[in-house]
C-alpha cells in the first residue's frame, strides 16, 4: 500500500509539474508574442513616420525649384503675378523644411543638415528677393542674368543637400523594415519554441505567424508604395516619373524613336477650391485624375507633381499622336464634375515637348513642356501649344 501510495504521488506530482511546465511555456509564449507584436507594431509606425519624412522632402525640393522658377520667370518676363507665387512658394519652403524637422527631431545629424539647408535656401532666396527688387526698380534683364550662375551653384547645394538628406531617410527606412522582418524571425523563433506545448498550441502559433506575415507583407508594400505615389490621387509622384522618363528616353535612344512630355495644369481650380474649401478641391483632383488614367494607353504615364499640376510622359509619340492626345485630354477633363458642393466645370491647358526634337534629356523636355504650358496659358487656356 505504501508503495502504491508512494507511486500515486509521484505520478500526481509529474502531472502538476507537467501543467506548471506547460502553463510556464504558454505564458512564455504570451509573454513573447506579446512583445513581439508591440515591437512589429512600433516598427510599422517608425516605418510609416520615416516614409511621411521622405514625402516632406520631395514636397520640399518641389517648392524649391518651384520658387526658383517663378522669381526667375519674374526676372525674364516682369509679370508681377510671379512675385505672389515666389512669395508664397518660399513660405511654404520654409513650412516643409519646420515639418520634416518635427519628424526628425530625434536625429541630430538630419537636424544638423536641415539647418544648414535652411541658410543655404534663405541666403539663395534673399539672393533672389534682391534680383526681384532690382528689377522692380527698372534695372534691365541684361545686367540681372549675368549672376544667374551663382544661382545655379545655389540651387544645386540645396538640391546636394536634399538628395543627401532623403538618402539618409531611405536607408533608414531600409534598417527599420529590416526590423521588422528581425521581429518576424524571432516571432518565428517563439512558435518554434510552442510548439513542445502539444498540436494545438503549435497550430495556434502557426495561425499567428501566418497573419504576422500578411501584415507585414502589407505595411511593406504600403510603404513602397507610399514613397512612389501621391497620397491624395494615387498617381506617380516626382520620383517615380523621373524613373520611368529616364527609361523611356533611354528605350527612345536605343530604338531611335520619339517620345513625349506634356505639362499640364488646371483652368478654374483655384476658385473651385477657394469657394468651397480644399475637401471638394481634393475631390475634383481625384476625378481629374481617374479621367487623365481613362484617357491614356496602359504604356503612358501620368504624374502629380504639384498642387493642381501633372505631366504626361507618351512612349513612341511623334508630334500629331502627343497633339490628338492633348485633345482628348481637354475634352476628358473640360466635362463637368459632380462633387459633394454640386456640379463644377474647369478646364486645362497643355504644353508639349517632343524628343529629339525639343531635348536630349528628360529636364530639357520638362522645361520646353513646362515654356509651352506657360505659352498656352498666354494664349487664352484651354488649349495646347507645342514647344519650339
Avoid at 523644411?97 to 538630419?110: C, K, V, W
Avoid at 544638423?112 to 539647408?117: D, F, G, Q, T, V
Avoid at 512630355?261 to 478654374?268: A, R
Avoid at 529629339?356 to 528628360?362: D, I, S, V
Amino acid at each position: 500500500m505504501k508503495m502504491v501510495a508512494a507511486v500515486r504521488f509521484i505520478e500526481r506530482h509529474i502531472v502538476l509539474v507537467s501543467y506548471v511546465v506547460s502553463a510556464g511555456m504558454i505564458g512564455a509564449l504570451a509573454l513573447a508574442s506579446y512583445e513581439a507584436l508591440r515591437d512589429a507594431e512600433n516598427s510599422d509606425a517608425w516605418a510609416l513616420h520615416t516614409v511621411h519624412a521622405i514625402a516632406e522632402l520631395e514636397q520640399m525640393n518641389v517648392a524649391v525649384v518651384e520658387a526658383e522658377s517663378a522669381g526667375r520667370a519674374f526676372l525674364l518676363t516682369g509679370d508681377p503675378t510671379f512675385i505672389t507665387r515666389f512669395k508664397a512658394l518660399d513660405a511654404a519652403t520654409e513650412e516643409r523644411i519646420g515639418q520634416f524637422r518635427s519628424l526628425t527631431s530625434d536625429n541630430r545629424a538630419q537636424d544638423e543638415l536641415a539647418r544648414s539647408l535652411t541658410q543655404i535656401v534663405d541666403r539663395r532666396f534673399a539672393f533672389l528677393e534682391s534680383q526681384i527688387n532690382a528689377r522692380l526698380q527698372g534695372s534691365p534683364v541684361s545686367a540681372l542674368i549675368p549672376l544667374a550662375r551663382r544661382g545655379i551653384a545655389e540651387m544645386e547645394s540645396i538640391r546636394a543637400t536634399i538628395e543627401i538628406m532623403r538618402q539618409a531617410e531611405e536607408q533608414l527606412l531600409h534598417d527599420r523594415l529590416q526590423h521588422v522582418l528581425a521581429s518576424q524571425r524571432t516571432a518565428g523563433a517563439v512558435l518554434v519554441f510552442a510548439a513542445a506545448t502539444g498540436i494545438v498550441l503549435l497550430t495556434l502559433s502557426f495561425l499567428y505567424a501566418h497573419s504576422l506575415a500578411k501584415a507585414r507583407a502589407a505595411a511593406e508594400a504600403a510603404a513602397v508604395h507610399l514613397a512612389h505615389h501621391d497620397a491624395l490621387t494615387g498617381l506617380p509622384n516626382r520620383r517615380l516619373l523621373d524613373d520611368r522618363l529616364t527609361l523611356a528616353l533611354a528605350r527612345a535612344r536605343r530604338h531611335g524613336t520619339s517620345m513625349a512630355v506634356l505639362c499640364l495644369d488646371l483652368d478654374g481650380f483655384k476658385k473651385v477650391n477657394d469657394t468651397h474649401g480644399h475637401a471638394v478641391g481634393d475631390e475634383l483632383l481625384k476625378q481629374v485624375a481617374q479621367r487623365l488614367r481613362d484617357t491614356l494607353r496602359a504604356a503612358d504615364t501620368v504624374a502629380r507633381t504639384g498642387g493642381d499640376e501633372f505631366v504626361v510622359a507618351l512612349p513612341d509619340a511623334d508630334g500629331a499622336g502627343a497633339a490628338q492626345t492633348a485633345g482628348k485630354i481637354i475634352a476628358a477633363v473640360s466635362k463637368s464634375y459632380e462633387l459633394s458642393a454640386g456640379t463644377a466645370s474647369i478646364g486645362t491647358s497643355i504644353g508639349i515637348s517632343i524628343h529629339p526634337k525639343h531635348g536630349a534629356t528628360t529636364e530639357e523636355l520638362l522645361k520646353k513642356a513646362d515654356d509651352a504650358l506657360y505659352a498656352a496659358k498666354t494664349a487664352g487656356k484651354l488649349r495646347f501649344e507645342m514647344a519650339v
